[in-house]
């Protein structure tokens, strides 16, 4: 038994009948189903999103610019959506409208235009706070979530163009303003060069001013230094004058009793000579009588000491012998030194003598000075009236020369003043005829410096000043549609659900080839070749139809049919595989494998911004090799890919294949899950 033979036997059984024709008819069609309709109705969503009803509020109340020029920048912006025809746009007159029928769906989305937009738009030409203008959108996520993404993408656009028609304006604006500043320039740098003449002019008399001032300042320090020593020597003499007179008032004032204190003194100066000579008539007299009461004292005192031995004997306390030596010893003794008070008194003696002597002295020398005072007190009131006078005139003259002086150091720091303030001006002069030939020459090179753009320039730079950054998009390999992006993500998903589709039909292996001798790899490919030629069907159905019906139009129409057969083949292989060595629970193993492949395949988003653990899913299943195969040859990319893609088509055909063979090997033997397995599907 060949592996022809076993393959035509197998679809002989499947086409016995009208309806075996007609089922497997319809199974290669499935693809057709899932894929060409698929790609049908999402192929060109984009171009016909102007069957989409979008709200739009318009209530802009326009601005008027610095210039005087009216902006209507709302009803511009309307206008624009509006013959754009990207939606179906619907002029509602309020917000809340609007918003209402977003939340019940009659609109898919609003967009409105606040009252201040183009207010806002032209408050950056000036310097006062400027706001942006806004533009207001209402989504809805429940009427669908793409709309959203396509929402964004359209309002960026109407953002973009309106920034840069706006900043084009007012870049426009500023550049007329370089212009102005230009020509302004000039006429200040011409006015300049008339200052700095002008100063230089002003320089030079001021020169001769500052000489002249320099010559005042030195003849008002002359005169004040003058002034001072004459002020000096004034306030010297009022100084003396007016302590000689007080000096001399207060003499007046002491001596204005001298005659009556002089009698006075001489009278009593004559009463104390009297009393002195009285006075030391009568100490002389008692220092006799102090002497002569001593010598009457040392004999009282011997006849005390005879008193006593004469009672010493009688009581027998001493003999008579011994009484006369105490006699001789007692006057044998010396008699005891006079007392200090002896001395003072002879001293005191000797003072009185002397005063008494010298009050009769003082008594003559007062009665002279009494003769002679009221002279003296005469002549020391006319010098005390005359002292007065001098010392007024030399106050009246000191207060004259401190006037005087005064007025000549107000002169002086005037004289200085003015002498610093013509050296300031004549400096200032200098630095303001330096800096106007300056000004002059700087606002000469700046106005060579300042743009004066003329209005083709102008229309140019404002141009890139209000779009300063472009975007240069070079694309390799394009996809012409949305259709055309999925296609490659739907074919090869059309293509495993295809043959998904065969295995509920078709047998994996013939229970005849089964019981025949026939080696077990040829029963295996003889079980796969139906799967095979079906599967090849509807790979050419699908390609024919996405390339001619649908308008694919890919790059390589002959390689991608030939990779759509490759993968025809390894899916076949591997669906069949599977399905032989599994029984019945293979079917839910192709169909886990498939939603594996259909996460990790990167059909929509790179397979890159899957989990970690579906990257080795797409490295081991064969689908996400075949959906960048096909994009390669659809979108005309890079070939280098293809050969190893499809190098690895037949490796998953071989695994397949080696799998049904090993299915064989198992099912030669029978058992009573043979006869009856546990499930079936």
Known sequence: MTVLRLARSELKRMTGGLLPKLTILALAMVPLLYGAVYLYANWDPYGKLNQIDAALVVEDSGATSADGTRLEAGKKVAESLTDGHVFNWQTVSGSEEAD??????????????????????????????????????????????????IVDKLTTAVHTTVATEVGEETANRLLTGFGTIHSQMLTASDGAGK????????HDGTVTLHRGTGELKDGAADLYNGQLKLRDGANSLSTGASQLSAGLTQLQDKTATLPADSRRLADGAAQVAAGNAALNTQVQGLAGQLAASGQAAAQAQRGRVLASNSRLIAAGVISQDQADRILADFDATPAPPAPASADKLKLATAQVQQLADGSAAVSAGAAKLAGASPALSGAVGKAASGAGQLAGGASTLAAGQQSALDGAGKLSQGAARLDEGAAQLEGGA?????????????????????????????DSLARVMADPVAVNNVSQAKAGSYGAGLAPFFLTLALWIGVFMLIQAMRPVTQRALASNAPAWKIAVGGWLPFLAVAAVQASLLTLVVDLGLGLNPAHPVLMWVLMLAAAMAFSAIIQGVVALLGSPGKLVVLILLVLQLVSSGGTFPWQTTPEPLHVVHQLLPMGYVVSGMRHLIYGADLTSILPTMLGLLGYTLLGTAMSTVAVRKHKYWTLKTLKPEIAL
């Open 100 to 149: 209402q029928g977003v939340s019940t769906g009659k609109y898919a989305f609003a967009l409105k235009i606040p009252k201040d937009f183009s207010a806002n738009l032209v408050s950056p030409g000036g310097f006062d706070a400027a706001n942006q203008a806004m533009l207001n959108v209402t989504t809805n996520d429940a009427n669908n979530y793409l709309l959203s993404t």
């Open 195 to 202: 200052l700095a003449d002008g100063v230089a002019t002003v």
């Open 430 to 458: 200098a630095t303001a005829s330096d800096g106007a030939r300056t000004l002059a020459g700087e606002l000469a090179a700046g106005a060579g410096k300042v743009p004066n753009p003329d209005d083709a320039q102008k």
